[in-house]
């Protein structure tokens, strides 16, 4: 089976989600393990193998949103639980790239990754001391803070490394985790209005296709790797 048919297939569930949860967020929960179950499928047609990296991905990534949606406040904690460990799968994925030689990196290459840097430190700090006093556990919070501003700074790195082109999936990656997390916090404790509940939903379908993608790109950035050193 071709695997392009599960890749839009995800990306119409995904859709579906965003249509549906416009109209009762509740209902839009029922369509995020479809549009898991189908990415994960576009991995497995793709390169004939099974990811348990992916599956805890999608998976736990899932299960942070719905808690998230649910009542953050509640289940804050297992918001976060839930979001270190769908991270951490990330990062996992990120190691292989990390151990290819790197290019030689010049300052001037280093300019646009190191003001985007700069700003997701600045936006992530921000965020931090505007819900500071709203969270249920500060230290978490913060502790989730320096995991974020790690995970950015990591995926600002792989393209430098390597000009593969495929690596600009990285800087997706990284920003719509960026805007996924700031929306949602905006959102629950301080602006809770349909667009921004809109930018978040949004924000998840990119990061969830540009992480399967990405995962599926792994294999030949591998393969590819002389070319682009």
Not at 68 to 76: C, E, G, Q
Not at 183 to 206: D, K, R, W
Request: charged share 15%; net charge negative; glycine share 4%.
């Amino acid at each position: 089976m071709k695997p392009t048919r599960f890749w839009y297939l995800a990306l119409l569930s995904c859709l579906l989600y965003l249509v549906i949860s416009e109209i009762d967020m509740e209902w839009g929960f029922y369509i995020k393990p479809l549009y898991g179950m189908f990415f994960y499928l576009f991995y497995y047609y793709a390169l004939k193998k099974h990811s348990i990296v992916l599956l805890i991905f999608q998976i736990t990534s899932i299960i942070a949103e719905v808690f998230f949606v649910l009542d953050l406040n509640m289940y804050f904690d297992e918001v976060l639980y839930f979001y270190f460990i769908a991270t951490s799968m990330m990062l996992f994925l990120f190691v292989p790239i990390l151990k290819i030689k790197s290019r030689e990196i010049t300052g001037e290459m280093t300019l646009e990754p190191l003001l985007g840097v700069l700003f997701c430190a600045y936006l992530i700090g921000h965020m931090l001391t505007l819900f500071y006093d709203s969270v249920p556990n500060k230290l978490l919070l913060i502790i989730g803070a320096v995991f974020l501003f790690a995970f950015t700074a990591v995926c600002s790195v792989i393209p430098l490394r390597s000009g593969h082109p495929s690596n600009i999936k990285a800087y997706i990656i990284a920003g719509t985790l960026v805007i996924e997390c700031v929306t949602g916090f905006i959102y629950y404790y301080m602006l809770e209005i349909p667009i921004m509940f809109s930018v978040l939903t949004i924000s998840i379908c990119f990061h969830k296709a540009a992480v399967t993608s990405y995962f599926v790109d792994v294999t030949k950035i591998l393969k590819d790797q002389e070319e682009y050193i």
